[in-house]
């Protein structure tokens, strides 16, 4: 007989949260979630972080789960509160990322009456749905425990999507017994043992093969396998942008994230075969799609949908990624692969990291040097869409361990703060966040939450009063600007107010000190960094942009 136990509904939230592993919820409170609120704050074993913003929380439980591998999990109120989280959940949808979303909603007696009841969303569930894989609405208090595991369970089930659930406010506050119900054991999807076969025998016989890590390697926790298949195979690893860290960047077969760069082309020009791993080849890394693939492309992801979705596959493997590669391991025992093959990839990434170098100017060459110089190896690396990103957060500075290179892959601009709060909890470390100063005055409030929970966030602000990436593509494709220029902001007078430590950086010479006495502190720190001193960065047009300017 399962055990029942009395208690309110939201107190069943608190507990089955906690039966499923749950350790931090991101959220704000509101009379529409109050006793969920209040059971978790005052759970042993859950910690709640006070957001400011509902969308903050959604970035922050993303990146919280992008590095621990774990379930990242919001809470808001109904209506409004749960409309301001939709922007978070897309980007945690567009990313694969483990994130839910618990929600109120109105009193049952009045829900879908159209009354015009406080905070009240009729087609609530429809708006999830838009961003979510599996949303439930709860109906009676006895099957919140019950329900909440069953989206949990969705998440993590192959590849990972977000999920909601909304519960109304009468049935947080009932009283009933309540079974507890933890999550389900999520399994691995594995390969089919013939296309394994098909594909270690493409593999071991190329002579210039090229593996290809996308960012279902991260969320597989498959680094260690992709290297040790590398190895075995000597071949040289490409990673995406979200692949970046599943193999050390300083290790000497990785070639980083390069192919939105022409020099990337040659390397698929020559290659005889690839192993495309934990990726849907997106328009960015493909250089919209114009990057060739040789027709002996081995595809390995956890989604059938996405394997021959943009390049057709010789033998498409659906699985995991750790367990693809695993089984490749098994069945690969060396490659015969060309050494002067590797040696001309290795060339050509030189090559581009010295081009970046000259774009970038030395100021921002001493930079990169200078963070990965003090910045820890498990520290994590957050970089909201801003010019530095684009630049040298990307492709110049070195990610050497998984799981510590977040960014907002939908290519939002300001999430970076929310995703550094998040990453900063899930690992315990110091997070260093590039941030733009137009970025961060979307979630600039965040700060006031870096403060209440001594989140030990550096917020790295490269200021130049405007959006520099937009200023250029409108100087380059419309020859003249609006909308980019912003006002000044003092944001160490700002961050101070909220009670961060922040300092200004007025030089390069400045640099180093400062970042060494934020990493010296315990909880969140700014840096205020005058771009309009440092040597300028030369940013060609992306790849799209020319391509509109073209026609």
Same mark, same amino acid.
């Given at each position: 007989?399962?055990?029942?136990?009395?208690?309110?509904?939201? /107190?069943?939230?608190?507990?089955? &949260?906690?039966?499923?592993?749950?350790?931090? *919820?991101?959220?704000?409170?509101?009379?529409?979630?109050?006793?969920?609120?209040?059971?978790?704050?005052?759970?042993?074993?859950?910690?709640?972080?006070?957001?400011?913003?509902?969308?903050?929380?959604?970035?922050?439980?993303?990146?919280?789960?992008?590095?621990?591998?774990?379930?990242?999990?919001?809470?808001?109120?109904?209506?409004?509160?749960?409309?301001?989280?939709?922007?978070?959940?897309?980007?945690?949808?567009?990313?694969?990322?483990? *994130?839910?979303?618990?929600?109120?909603?109105?009193?049952?007696?009045?829900?879908?009456?159209?009354?015009?009841?406080?905070?009240?969303?009729?087609?609530?569930?429809?708006? &999830?749905?838009?961003?979510?894989?599996?949303?439930?609405?709860?109906?009676?208090?006895?099957?919140?425990?019950?329900? &909440?595991?069953?989206?949990?369970?969705?998440?993590?089930? !192959?590849?990972?999507?977000?999920?909601?659930?909304?519960?109304?406010?009468? &049935?947080?506050?009932?009283?009933?017994?309540?079974?507890?119900?933890?999550?389900?054991?999520?399994?691995?999807?594995?390969?089919?043992?013939?296309?394994?076969? /098909?594909?270690?025998?493409?593999?071991?016989?190329?002579?210039?093969?090229?593996?290809?890590?996308?960012?279902?390697?991260?969320?597989?926790?498959?680094?260690?396998?992709?290297?040790?298949?590398?190895?075995?195979?000597?071949?040289?690893?490409?990673?995406?942008?979200?692949?970046?860290?599943?193999?050390?960047?300083?290790?000497?077969?990785?070639? !980083?994230?390069?192919?939105?760069?022409?020099?990337?082309?040659?390397?698929?020009?020559?290659?005889?075969?690839?192993?495309?791993?934990?990726?849907?080849?997106?328009?960015?890394?493909?250089?919209?799609?114009?990057?060739?693939?040789?027709?002996?492309?081995?595809?390995?992801?956890?989604?059938?949908?996405?394997?021959?979705?943009?390049?057709?596959?010789?033998?498409?493997?659906?699985?995991?990624?750790?367990?693809?590669?695993?089984?490749?391991?098994?069945?690969?025992?060396? !490659?015969?692969?060309?050494?002067?093959?590797?040696?001309?990839?290795?060339?050509?990434?030189?090559?581009? %990291?010295?081009?970046?170098?000259?774009?970038?100017?030395?100021?921002?060459?001493?930079?990169?040097?200078?963070?990965?110089?003090?910045?820890? %190896?498990?520290?994590?690396?957050?970089?909201?869409?801003?010019?530095?990103?684009?630049?040298?957060?990307?492709?110049?500075?070195?990610?050497?361990?998984?799981?510590?290179? *977040?960014?907002?892959?939908?290519?939002?601009?300001?999430?970076?703060?929310?995703?550094?709060?998040?990453?900063?909890?899930?690992?315990?470390?110091?997070?260093?966040?590039? /941030?733009?100063?137009?970025?961060?005055?979307?979630?600039?409030?965040?700060?006031?939450?870096?403060?209440?929970?001594?989140?030990? *966030?550096?917020?790295?602000?490269?200021?130049?009063?405007?959006?520099?990436?937009?200023?250029?593509? /409108?100087?380059?494709?419309?020859?003249?600007?609006?909308?980019?220029?912003?006002?000044?902001?003092?944001?160490?007078?700002?961050? %101070?107010?909220? !009670?961060?430590?922040?300092?200004?950086?007025?030089?390069?010479?400045?640099?180093?000190?400062?970042?060494?006495?934020?990493?010296?502190?315990?909880?969140?720190?700014?840096?205020?960094?005058?771009?309009?001193?440092?040597?300028?960065?030369?940013?060609?047009?992306?790849?799209?942009?020319?391509?509109?300017?073209?026609?």
């Amino acid at each position: 007989m399962p055990t029942m136990t009395m208690m309110t509904g939201g /107190q069943a939230v608190a507990e089955t &949260l906690s039966a499923i592993g749950v350790k931090h *919820v991101f959220g704000i409170v509101s009379v529409h979630n109050l006793p969920i609120y209040d059971a978790l704050s005052l759970h042993r074993d859950i910690q709640v972080i006070n957001v400011r913003h509902e969308q903050a929380a959604a970035h922050a439980a993303d990146a919280y789960s992008r590095v621990t591998g774990e379930l990242g999990v919001l809470l808001t109120s109904t209506g409004p509160g749960a409309v301001n989280a939709v922007p978070g959940i897309y980007e945690a949808a567009f990313v694969s990322s483990r *994130v839910m979303m618990i929600t109120g909603q109105i009193e049952s007696r009045f829900r879908g009456k159209g009354k015009g009841f406080l905070h009240e969303h009729e087609k609530q569930p429809e708006m &999830l749905n838009t961003v979510c894989r599996s949303v439930a609405s709860v109906r009676y208090t006895e099957d919140i425990s019950r329900e &909440l595991a069953r989206v949990a369970d969705d998440i993590r089930r !192959g590849r990972p999507q977000p999920g909601a659930i909304e519960i109304p406010i009468d &049935l947080q506050y009932r009283t009933t017994d309540i079974e507890i119900v933890g999550s389900s054991k999520t399994e691995r999807i594995a390969p089919d043992e013939t296309l394994l076969d /098909q594909a270690a025998e493409i593999l071991r016989t190329a002579e210039r093969p090229v593996i290809w890590a996308g960012g279902g390697v991260n969320i597989s926790g498959a680094g260690q396998e992709l290297t040790a298949f590398a190895e075995r195979l000597g071949a040289p690893v490409v990673t995406t942008i979200e692949g970046r860290g599943s193999i050390s960047e300083t290790h000497p077969l990785s070639l !980083g994230f390069r192919t939105d760069r022409v020099s990337g082309m040659e390397i698929f020009e020559e290659a005889d075969a690839v192993l495309a791993v934990g990726t849907r080849f997106q328009n960015y890394a493909t250089r919209v799609w114009s990057l060739p693939m040789p027709e002996k492309l081995v595809h390995v992801d956890v989604d059938p949908e996405v394997i021959g979705r943009n390049y057709p596959a010789a033998v498409a493997v659906v699985s995991d990624a750790k367990l693809g590669l695993e089984g490749l391991l098994k069945r690969v025992k060396e !490659g015969n692969v060309d050494r002067q093959f590797v040696d001309r990839c290795l060339k050509i990434r030189a090559a581009d %990291e010295q081009a970046v170098r000259e774009e970038i100017g030395s100021d921002h060459s001493q930079i990169v040097s200078i963070i990965r110089q003090l910045l820890p %190896e498990d520290s994590p690396i957050v970089r909201d869409s801003t010019v530095p990103n684009y630049t040298w957060g990307n492709r110049l500075l070195p990610i050497v361990r998984s799981r510590t290179s *977040v960014r907002p892959a939908a290519v939002a601009i300001g999430p970076g703060l929310p995703l550094g709060m998040g990453a900063a909890i899930g690992s315990g470390n110091h997070t260093l966040i590039v /941030q733009g100063d137009g970025g961060l005055q979307l979630s600039i409030g965040e700060l006031s939450a870096c403060a209440e929970h001594q989140i030990p *966030v550096i917020v790295l602000v490269f200021n130049d009063s405007g959006y520099n990436i937009l200023r250029i593509i /409108q100087d380059n494709v419309l020859g003249r600007k609006h909308g980019t220029e912003l006002p000044t902001v003092d944001f160490v007078k700002v961050a %101070e107010g909220m !009670g961060v430590d922040a300092e200004r950086v007025d030089g390069l010479e400045q640099f180093e000190p400062a970042l060494a006495r934020a990493l010296e502190r315990q909880g969140p720190t700014l840096l205020d960094i005058d771009m309009n001193v440092l040597a300028p960065i030369r940013l060609p047009l992306p790849a799209h942009q020319r391509s509109q300017k073209e026609q």
